[in-house]
């Protein structure tokens, strides 16, 4: 494993080029962030009217020996949004949620049962809007086994991880298209074996490498 993929390279990374500090009005701005599922086709692609909901997804990258990996988990079938997609564990943020760092938090517990003392919190990405109206903070943290994950069974149908290396390499950072309601629409695709890692996930990860490796 190259240097550049270890644990320790891309926590420095993160410490150097991210912040736990956000603007106040992070989730208020009446504009688009520049990330967003309207990102690759502004002119193609209708969004609930800004700034959306808060909500905040974990983006915890694991320190293992052969190499950094991060955790995403499969949807289940039941769900009614995004049934059987790849995400990060996260989601709404609740008002007694102090910040987007204690919804990722609460929610990768509820949902994998992450413990929160193996995270180390690094840095926020860039906010992430998506087309169902989600104004998305991403958290990215440094996770260090040993830890057993537990899924919850209504919302979760897997949890498993995909080496760093993979997942920064731009190689991998497909453009794909689909037509939806008369209009093409353009997005971030990360094929891994099975998977297909794309929409929102794949845009966040896009986020990371260009904050952390460009």
Request: charged share 25%; glycine share 8%; hydrophobic share 45%.
């Amino acid at each position: 494993m190259r240097a550049l993929f270890t644990a320790d390279d891309f926590e420095a990374r993160a410490r150097a080029r991210l912040s736990l500090d956000l603007p106040d009005d992070v989730f208020h701005r009446p504009t688009l962030p520049r990330w967003g599922d309207h990102a690759l086709t502004p002119d193609g692609f209708a969004l609930a009217p800004p700034p959306g909901k808060p909500a905040a997804v974990l983006v915890p990258v694991v320190a293992r020996e052969g190499g950094a990996t991060l955790i995403l988990t499969q949807r289940t079938s039941k769900m009614r949004a995004h049934a059987g997609q790849i995400a990060f564990p996260g989601g709404r943020m609740d008002p007694e949620d102090a910040d987007p760092l204690a919804t990722a938090l609460r929610e990768a517990h509820e949902e994998i049962a992450l413990p929160a003392h193996r995270v180390t919190p690094l840095g926020y990405l860039d906010a992430y809007q998506t087309g169902t109206g989600y104004r998305i903070v991403p958290v990215v943290a440094l996770v260090r086994p040993p830890f057993d994950l537990a899924l919850c069974e209504d919302e979760v149908a897997d949890a498993f991880e995909v080496p760093l290396d993979f997942l920064m390499q731009p190689d991998n950072h497909r453009r794909v298209e689909m037509e939806r309601d008369g209009r093409v629409r353009q997005f971030y695709a990360m094929p891994f074996g099975d998977r297909n890692i794309w929409g929102a996930t794949a845009g966040m990860l896009r986020n990371l490498y260009e904050r952390l490796y460009l």
